[in-house]
Structure formats: structure tokens, C-alpha cells
């Protein structure tokens, strides 16, 4: 049976501007699914890009972008991106439009 | 009772979150972005991974890079009998090791709880290593006794919350501080030992040791509280790290052993 994990990384979190979630270790994991859940969204945000990236680090200092980017949703509702073959660490990154907020859940669906 | 060295996934230590009912703005602050447990192979940015004291994976805590943030893992079970439980680890501490200096005073604190309740009263054994304080070595092993008051959660009077973690009723063991060994740069890390010794039919104390030390605990006691409608013969688990300056805190915690000493 393969093993899993999935870890809730931030919870009822607002993001306004630049945003980066926590350095998560899954160097045993060989897949993830990083889901954002918008709770709620507010300022002018909806025709604005809002779009996160994954990025991977070797040591869980420094970062690069892994070439994943996923929407955020501009209403309640769940986006999500794949990520297979990503080494140690793993985070998401990214900016949410001048004047505007998203409140977030976002979890690491970790597979091995 | 239970043995987790971490090899085969977190094996039932999750997040802590506080009570909560309607909504998630109804937890309590203390409680609100506790992190998460993850699975390392405690990979440094200068010599690589160092895997746990035992295999590849030991479970890291790792706190916000905000003075005063806090990573909790907590593992839930029942106890079946009233008697001696002893509860034995290895863990080690460091900061994140994004600058190059000693920053032995980065972590505040780690500690290692119980939370128990018998038909009587819900009780909470906390002992904590204060490690520095606002960048100041202190090096003792503390204890809290006193709590801060219950808080109705939510509007059905069956819900209520205290942040037993808070940072204030901290007493000192009454012994002379413990340096242990944090080592010359971030990236080394050494594991130490830990044991804590409770009796569920007295609730007290029965014993503590790190390493080296074993301290008297015939005069500190747990909190203490009347029963709660929920949570009979609970045992819960838990370790914790906090971080004394805006700079990741992470507390690694490998081969947990929960025992007690009955037949049957």
C-alpha cells in the first residue's frame, strides 16, 4: 500500500500581497497536490492574475521556481497543481493584486 | 502502549488546533497557526541529509520565522488502566541555519506534555526547556501548574478552550540549569533523552530525566482541572518548540516510546 500524508500548511490565512507558505518537508513522498481553498475574496481581484507557483529547494533556504503555477479562485471554491519528482522541500509562492485579500486553507496531498 | 520511530509516516501525530464551533475566527489566538509536524531526513545546506537516531525519518516541528510562533505534533490515544505510564524520546533542537553564526540562542523553548483525564479531573503534566529568552541563555527545565481560565467557545455552552501552551505560570525545577549540547555550527545537531515518568491513579509525577539529569519531581504538579463532558480516560501526547526571534525554530523528535508498567 502506498503511503500518504496530507498536511494542512495554512489555515483561515489571509494573503495580501506577496505570499510564501512554510518550507514542507516530503523528500519521501514521490507526488503532491497542492490544493488552495479560497474562503473568501475581496478587493480587485477578479480580473487580476492571481497565480501561485510551486517552488523546490534543496535545503529549504533557498528556492527556485519548479515550473508548476496554479489560479487562485476568486470565489470560494478549491484549485489545485500537481507536482511529481521535487527533491526534499516544498513550497508555494506568490501575489495577490495591490488592495486585495484572499483568505485561504491550503494543504500538501503527499503520496509516495 | 506505543513505539514511533517515524520510518513508516507520522503514525498518528497530527497538528493541534484549538475548540471551534461556526467558524474558525472562534479559535482561540494562541491556537490558531500552530505548525504542523513533517517527516525529515534533516537535510543541512552544507553537508547534506543526516536522517533521525534511528533509520531515515524522524518527525520535524517547525515554527514560523515570527518570535513566539510554535509547531506542535500531538498524538491521541485512551489509557485502559489506572497506573504508571513512562514516556521515553530522543529529540534535538536547532534554528533554521540561514545565517552563518552559532545562533544558540535562537529557540526559545521545546517541551513535552500529557493530557489525561480520569472521572474526576482533567490533567495536564507540561514540562518545557526554556532554552533563551529574548536572547538571553537560560537553559532550565520548567513546569507550569497554574492555567489561565477556560473560554467559551461558540454558542452552545458545549465547547470550551485554554491555551495551555501560553507563556506566561512557567516555574523552575528546582536544580541548576542543564546546558545540553547544541554544538559548534546550525547544522550539527545532537540527540538527546528524554523520560517522563506519570502515575494515572495518583496523578503526579513519578519521574523526569534528560539526559544525564534526573530530577526530583516529588514537589511540582500538573494543571489541573474538574472534568471535561468528553474526555474520559484521555491520554494525548504532545511536543512542542518556539521560537524566541523572527527566525524558524525546529524541534526533531525520533523513537517516542509510551509504556506502562501493568499486566494485562
Not at chain 1, 46 to 65: K, L, M, N, T
Not at chain 1, 93 to 103: H, K, S
Not at chain 2, 137 to 151: E, I, S, T
Not at chain 2, 161 to 187: K, R, V
Request: hydrophobic share 40%; with cysteine; net charge negative.
Amino acid at each position: 500500500m502506498r503511503r500518504s500524508h496530507t498536511s494542512v500548511v495554512e489555515r483561515n490565512r489571509v494573503w495580501d500581497g506577496v505570499f510564501e507558505t512554510e518550507p514542507y518537508e516530503a523528500a519521501w513522498a514521490s507526488e503532491a497536490i497542492c490544493f488552495v481553498r479560497t474562503l473568501d475574496a475581496s478587493g480587485p481581484i477578479a480580473d487580476a492574475d492571481a497565480d501561485a507557483r510551486v517552488q523546490i529547494s534543496p535545503d529549504g533556504i533557498h528556492w527556485c521556481d519548479e515550473g508548476t503555477q496554479l489560479s487562485l479562485a476568486r470565489e470560494p471554491g478549491v484549485t489545485f497543481a500537481k507536482v511529481a519528482h521535487f527533491g526534499g522541500f516544498l513550497r508555494l509562492v506568490g501575489e495577490v493584486p495591490n488592495g486585495a485579500e484572499i483568505r485561504v486553507i491550503v494543504y500538501l496531498t503527499l503520496k509516495a | 502502549m506505543l513505539h514511533d520511530d517515524f520510518d513508516k509516516g507520522l503514525e498518528g501525530w497530527t497538528a493541534l488546533i484549538g475548540n471551534y464551533e461556526d467558524s474558525q475566527d472562534a479559535v482561540l489566538p494562541g491556537y490558531r497557526d500552530l505548525r504542523p509536524p513533517m517527516l525529515s531526513n534533516a537535510t543541512m545546506w552544507d553537508t547534506g541529509s543526516v536522517g533521525a537516531l534511528d533509520g531515515v525519518y524522524s518527525m520535524k516541528l517547525a515554527t514560523r520565522p515570527e518570535e513566539a510562533s510554535m509547531a506542535v505534533g500531538v498524538k491521541r490515544v485512551t489509557w485502559r488502566h489506572a497506573g504508571p505510564i513512562q514516556l521515553e524520546a530522543y529529540v534535538t533542537f536547532k534554528p533554521e541555519a540561514a545565517e552563518l553564526r552559532l545562533s544558540e540562542l535562537d529557540v526559545r523553548a521545546f517541551g513535552v506534555l500529557f493530557d489525561l483525564q480520569d472521572a474526576n479531573e482533567r490533567v495536564m503534566p507540561h514540562l518545557r526547556y526554556l532554552n533563551a529568552l529574548d536572547g538571553a541563555p537560560v537553559g532550565r527545565w520548567q513546569y507550569k501548574k497554574d492555567r489561565v481560565p477556560m473560554a467559551d467557545i461558540g454558542g452552545t455552552g458545549k465547547t470550551r478552550s485554554h491555551f495551555h501552551l501560553s507563556s506566561d505560570g512557567w516555574i523552575d525545577l528546582d536544580a541548576d540549569p542543564q546546558p545540553l549540547c547544541y554544538n559548534e555550527i546550525a547544522t550539527k545537531q545532537n540527540w538527546h533523552y528524554l523520560r517522563v515518568g506519570f502515575d494515572l491513579a495518583t496523578m503526579s509525577y513519578t519521574s523526569f530525566q534528560c539526559n544525564d539529569r534526573v530530577y526530583d519531581v516529588s514537589g511540582i504538579a500538573p494543571m489541573v482541572m474538574p472534568a471535561m463532558a468528553n474526555l474520559w480516560c484521555m491520554l494525548n501526547v504532545a511536543f512542542w518548540v518556539e521560537t524566541d526571534l523572527n527566525k524558524r525554530s525546529f524541534l526533531f523528535v525520533d523513537s517516542v516510546m509510551l509504556s506502562g508498567d501493568w499486566e494485562g
